[in-house]
């Protein structure tokens, strides 16, 4: 009799923690190249998710979300295609957090996580191609699309008197793409562009670039590329000969670093990054100050309701089953239901617990369109005294 109850026992305990078990989710963002220096806040922030939703013990019996890191080096399409394909079949992986740059988020998703049945959640990919792809309902972002992005830009520099610009773009998916939003919308607006040339990310020496950018004629410079690589190499070289003072940047140059590293005459550039003023961004950036996270870095705040969107799939389906976390996905984060904000994960997961519905809110005012975006909210930003200041939001 002890010898069958002992028995028992352990294959309760064994179930327990069978049903406790912990569920792997991807994080791949480019922890090497060019956003090096934004990528790390991004992480964190989507593992506060993770980790908020597994400290309550009310996720899917108790089970805690372990999170496993990939690079996607940003640039390097087939390293983030490699980096995805290890995360689903060697670690097993039911969703991934990720990717960051729009040309290696394409890639993951088209080779890796759509023919897998993985959800993607991309906090920071932005090309307005990436609206068109053959996702199965397996792609979403909570960035909005620079589509939106171009527009807003093309009004802040009206707003501003600035009617001319030349245009440089880091020659890829996402600077091709936000160069031609931004054409559409700054023609349409009344804009001239007296230039458009693309560069190419990692040189030691853009003043070819430069000088032929400066020969065009005009007094302002729009760099759309990458705080950490050949958009800052272009800004210096800019300013080393004298040939531009005067800096328009998008959201893929707005970071800390940038005016760490080009000091004192990035002081007013001016430049537009995804972002609000909600309710549900303060509480985040409050928590994200706690966690020892920039709170107000580029698409840190994206990147937690990435995560908690996750989470809370996962226990609306009852399941960390792939396909059952990408069925509620739409679920969780659009009306009706009881709003959740920041911090208030564990409510959420109550609420689903008990059959319930919600309507995630999140740092972002998350809700998505029929095929997974969200329209979001931007700030126009300028550099003072050495930092990105918001001077306004849209």
Request: charged fraction near 20%; glycine fraction near 12%.
């Amino acid at each position: 009799m002890k010898k069958i109850l002992l028995t028992t026992t352990l294959l309760a305990s064994m179930a327990t923690t069978a049903m406790a078990a912990d569920i792997k989710v991807g994080v791949i963002l480019g922890y090497t190249g060019p956003i090096e220096s934004l990528t790390p806040d991004m992480a964190a922030s989507a593992e506060l998710a993770f980790k908020e939703a597994s400290d309550s013990g009310l996720l899917l019996g108790g089970s805690k979300i372990a999170p496993i890191r990939a690079d996607s080096t940003c640039v390097d399409s087939a390293a983030a295609t490699a980096a995805a394909e290890r995360l689903i079949s060697s670690d097993g992986i039911v969703a991934i957090m990720g990717a960051d740059c729009s040309g290696v988020t394409g890639a993951v998703a088209n080779n890796v996580a759509v023919p897998n049945g993985v959800i993607m959640i991309s906090p920071s990919a932005t090309s307005p191609g990436l609206s068109s792809i053959k996702d199965n309902g397996f792609f979403f972002r909570t960035a909005p699309s620079d589509a939106r992005q171009g527009e807003v830009l093309a009004d802040v520099l009206k707003s501003r008197g600035i009617m001319e610009v030349a245009v440089t773009f880091t020659n890829n998916d996402y600077g091709k793409g936000l160069a031609d939003s931004f054409a559409t919308a700054f023609n349409a607006a009344g804009g001239k562009i007296s230039i458009t040339a693309a560069h190419e990310d990692g040189k030691a020496d853009y003043s070819a670039e430069v000088g032929a950018l400066s020969a065009a004629g005009s007094k302002h410079l729009a760099v759309f590329g990458y705080l950490d690589q050949g958009g800052k190499g272009i800004i210096q070289a800019s300013l080393d000969s004298g040939a531009f003072d005067k800096f328009v940047l998008a959201d893929g140059m707005i970071g800390e670093s940038l005016p760490n590293a080009i000091g004192k005459d990035l002081n007013g550039a001016i430049g537009t990054v995804p972002g609000g003023a909600s309710d549900g961004a303060a509480t985040y950036q409050t928590m994200a100050s706690k966690a020892g996270i920039k709170k107000d870095g580029p698409y840190v705040g994206e990147s937690y309701d990435a995560g908690a969107l996750i989470a809370l799939a996962m226990q609306a389906a009852g399941s960390a089953d792939r396909a059952a976390i990408q069925s509620k996905i739409m679920m969780v984060a659009n009306a009706p239901g009881v709003k959740i904000m920041p911090g208030e994960i564990a409510k959420g997961l109550k609420i689903l617990k008990d059959g319930g519905d919600i309507d995630y809110v999140g740092a972002t005012s998350v809700e998505f369109n029929s095929i997974g975006e969200v329209l979001g909210s931007f700030k126009e930003v300028e550099v003072k005294n050495g930092k990105f200041e918001t001077v306004k939001v849209f």
